[in-house]
């Protein structure tokens, strides 16, 4: 029997709930899953069934939305996150691991959280959903990945201010970044031989000096270490230079130095579609490519491309790691 998917409710006053009960309309039995949350922020009219376990998502999901019950405290006001609801949803996500590292489902599907809102309504002590799930793994280092069919990139250094990056970007860092993101190919996406396109900090890959040094002190010290064990290291490339469509067919996965580096290209490309996939833990987690979306919720408009695509994703790479 192929286990479930589950997926974490995210922030209730966002675009979560219903993009679940949309999801469900797109899948129904073809890729069953489960949501962990509060049935009564589902969407009204979702049909719905309550699950004890997540065993039985399977036969339920012909039908209706299966919910493992999580209760709330308190209603759902879309676009108002209240901070009673902060705890549900930390607590959520812990539920969703352990079923997830018990073995009860076969991949976690993370509904996007609002960071704010838990640090003020709990005190969430994590910058964001990825370190908290490597807290709870256990893990000190994870790595994340946005993909979708048409491209896949690693951002090295994420959310610092772009004149930190030079200080952020360490050997150890990068060589960390590639060598998770090269097991990750081979466990969870099922390429024996992954092919990685290293892009340089500076315009022109650093033009041989005349533009900046990283790439020859930093990257290329570190590609030539990697690429002696075996890998298949291209770089570093220009970044204006690897991502267009020819480009694209050279390399299974884009290791970028910066936040936008990586993901204006992938946006561009696919905005609908992208995934955001955390690479290095001993659980499979996807989540969709966007945020609460306070402003729409509620008004039944959220695209559900992006968490049906999460929800697949979660399912193919539960099924090559298996």
């Known amino acids: 029997m192929t286990l479930p998917v589950a997926l974490s409710c995210g922030e209730p006053a966002g675009i979560g709930p219903e993009l679940a009960a949309a999801a469900w309309q797109n899948l129904r039995d073809t890729l069953p899953f489960f949501l962990i949350g509060d049935p009564a922020h589902l969407p009204a009219g979702t049909p719905v069934t309550l699950i004890k376990d997540p065993a039985q998502a399977s036969a339920a999901s012909a039908t209706a939305l299966p919910v493992l019950a999580h209760p709330f405290n308190g209603p759902r006001t879309p676009g108002i996150p209240h901070g009673a609801h902060a705890q549900g949803v930390i607590d ?37 959903h990825t370190e908290y799930l490597a807290a709870l793994a256990g893990v000190d280092h994870v790595v994340m990945m946005l993909a979708s069919d048409q491209l896949r990139v690693v951002p090295a250094t994420i959310h610092i201010p772009l004149s930190d990056v030079p200080k952020a970007l360490t050997s150890e860092l990068l060589e960390q970044t590639i060598r998770i993101t090269h097991a990750g190919l081979i466990r969870d996406f099922g390429l024996a031989t992954p092919r990685l396109a290293i892009a340089g900090l500076n315009p022109h890959a650093g033009e041989g000096g005349k533009m900046g040094h990283e790439e020859i002190t930093l990257i290329s010290p570190v590609l030539e270490r990697l690429r002696s064990e075996g890998m298949a290291l291209s770089g570093p490339l220009s970044g204006d230079t690897m991502f267009h469509a020819r480009a694209r067919e050279t390399y299974d996965a884009a290791i970028c130095m910066y936040h936008d580096q990586a993901l204006i290209p992938i946006k561009t ?26 402003d729409i919720a509620g008004r039944g408009i959220a695209n559900p491309t992006s968490l049906i695509e999460a929800l697949k994703m979660a399912a193919r790479m539960a099924a090559a790691r298996s």
């Open 269 to 294: 490309l696919d905005f609908d579609r992208g995934v955001n996939v955390t690479l290095g833990l001993p659980f499979v987690r996807t989540s969709p490519d966007h945020g609460t979306a306070f």
């Open 92 to 128: 959520v996500i812990a539920r969703g691991v352990d079923l997830v590292q018990s073995g009860a489902a076969s991949a976690l599907c993370t509904a996007p959280i609002h960071k704010r809102a838990l640090q003020e309504g709990a005190g969430f002590a994590y910058p964001g």
